[in-house]
């Protein structure tokens, strides 16, 4: 459907991941689909010595002629050494960071930039409410960043990369305060809400997605109306 919408006018990668079996029937679907990439989640559960997850991006670049960006979270924390490996494969264009650990992340962007030809190697910032955290990243290299606002509040969600684009300072502080903040004081009450606000959010903003599955929980009425006037508060910032 994704491919089908937006016709070529943006790229779009698929996420695949967990044990190799599912990971492999997932990209071969992913390139019947048409799509033009693919987000690499780490294997499901299990903790892997460095090598072994080396050896797990290696299986699926095998199997694909199609770009990969590798997630690292969860079960997959890369030293440097393992990164500048897995960027020099084959079909690696990027890495995603979802753990956070801007010391790390430092150094993996360090070795990743000291191989040959590795200026269009891509490095995103990938936490949850990532607008957060973006100035520290940038800090240390990683401009690109994924941002779940943009999925129920896009205008909010452009108005804060249009304005770091321009440095704008006082409407990204505007909005870091009186909108992210918040926003992200309100994920951290329940386990799960990175995911179930942002489906909130897109019902809210007029399109029927439907609740979230277990064992993720959907907002309750007095957070559903926390939600509501946090994104009245944030439009109403970037028309002003």
Do not use: C
Request: hydrophobic share 50%.
């Amino acid at each position: 459907m994704a491919v089908e919408t937006t016709a070529g006018r943006v790229p779009v990668l698929s996420a695949a991941g967990g044990p190799v079996p599912t990971v492999l029937d997932q990209v071969a679907r992913i390139e019947r689909a048409g799509a033009d990439g693919i987000l690499l989640l780490p294997p499901y559960l299990v903790t892997a010595p460095q090598e072994g997850l080396l050896r797990y991006v290696e299986t699926v670049t095998a199997a694909t002629t199609l770009p990969v960006v590798f997630y690292q979270r969860g079960t997959a924390r890369l030293t440097a050494p393992t990164a500048a490996a897995i960027a020099a494969l084959p079909g690696v264009i990027g890495l995603k960071d979802g753990i956070g650990d801007i010391e790390l992340m430092h150094r993996i962007v360090r070795a990743v930039r000291a191989l040959p030809d590795s200026g269009d190697f891509q490095f995103f910032n990938g936490l949850p409410t990532a607008e957060m955290t973006v100035p520290a990243y940038q800090g240390i290299g990683v401009e690109l960043y994924s941002s779940a606002v943009f999925a129920f509040a896009p205008e909010i969600a452009l108005a804060f990369h249009q304005a770091l684009a321009q440095g704008d300072q006082t409407l990204v502080a505007t909005l870091l305060t009186e909108f992210y903040a918040p926003l992200v004081e309100l994920r951290d009450e329940v386990p799960g809400y990175a995911v179930s606000l942002v489906k909130a959010g897109v019902r809210i903003r007029g399109l029927d997605v439907g609740g979230v599955r277990p064992p993720l929980l959907d907002p309750t009425p007095e957070h559903l109306a926390r939600l509501t006037q946090l994104i009245d508060h944030g439009l109403e910032a970037v028309k002003a």
